[in-house]
């Protein structure tokens, strides 16, 4: 059984069904008036979180993976719609009581029978029993509801309003704005590589060759040249034979080292923009006369 020292550990917490499926997550712890027990816990759901049901806490485990209800999923999803801001009405919780078969809960029923517990404050302890909405932090008295009018009433003497979003916490709001915090990470954009392939090209030089021709010459007969003329048969058949030569151009390939060649990198520094939309919290103030803003929050109201 969760009690009233393990609220702040359950909201925010995943919700899981009996089965271990995935339900949402806590969103608002629900007290008994009567035993000032937790008793339903409002479960976040849909894709957004956007859909709130309510849920029995009553039996419910918590552990550090989460808190474990006992129904199911779908009854969850199936559950009757209930307005979750302020307290459920009799009608209301008997509506659940009769919808999870739990019968008519743990305390007797009065005209504001369950309250929401403050989720800006850690619940350490509960007070007095018949009070809606307890909750309190080390050292500081509960607040209630004595009116039964949705505000709580500061026991010290100190005036709180009526909160209309939510749980009242003291006379003051706190206004809160998104700042933009804009660095650099170091991330892979892509990659260089080197890679040899051969290609062949058609490369034309020009060699001097050389080549024998054969050339014919006659010469008269004179003193110096009849010996030879008249060496052999003054009639007969007979042959010369001259050999030619001629050179032609030969080829060779090798394979020399031209150059080397590597990747190397620098970093180049660039001036880049960077827009975001930031959400920031105004607060104005209305009075009998109109309303006045503190449009630039410098504490002056001007309209």
Do not use: C
Not at 64 to 77: T, Y
Not at 141 to 163: F, L, W
Not at 193 to 215: D, I, S
Request: hydrophobic share 30%; no cysteine.
């Amino acid at each position: 059984m969760i009690g009233t020292e393990a609220i702040s550990r359950v909201i925010g917490k995943d919700v899981y069904d009996q089965s271990g499926d995935k339900i949402g997550s806590a969103s608002e712890v629900y007290l008994d008036d009567e035993s000032g027990q937790p008793e339903w816990v409002t479960v976040r759901t849909g894709l957004f979180g956007t859909k709130e049901s309510f849920v029995p806490i009553r039996d419910a485990d918590l552990t550090d993976e989460g808190l474990r209800v006992p129904v199911s999923k779908a009854q969850v999803k199936d559950a009757p719609k209930i307005d979750t801001e302020g307290h459920l009405s009799p009608q209301e919780e008997q509506e659940l009581y009769r919808y999870y078969g739990l019968g008519s809960g743990q305390g007797a029923m009065t005209d504001t029978t369950v309250g929401r517990v403050d989720r800006d404050t850690t619940v350490t302890d509960t007070t007095t029993t018949g009070t809606a909405g307890m909750a309190g932090t080390a050292g500081t008295t509960a607040r209630t509801d004595r009116d039964g009018d949705g505000g709580y009433d500061d026991v010290q003497g100190r005036a709180v309003g009526h909160d209309t979003s939510g749980p009242t916490t003291d006379e003051a709001m706190t206004r809160s704005e998104e700042r933009l915090n804009v660095g650099t990470r170091s991330e892979e954009v892509g990659r260089a590589r080197l890679r040899k392939y051969v290609v062949t090209e058609n490369v034309t030089e020009t060699v001097p060759v050389f080549r024998e021709e054969v050339r014919v010459e006659r010469e008269p007969i004179t003193d110096a040249n009849i010996g030879n003329a008249m060496d052999g048969p003054a009639i007969s058949e007979e042959e010369h034979e001259v050999t030619l030569h001629a050179e032609r151009p030969v080829v060779e390939k090798e394979a020399v080292p031209v150059e080397r060649v590597r990747l190397d990198k620098e970093t180049v520094t660039e001036q880049e923009r960077v827009a975001a939309d930031v959400r920031k919290e105004e607060i104005e103030v209305d009075d009998a006369q109109g309303t006045a803003l503190d449009r630039d929050n410098d504490g002056k109201i001007g309209r």
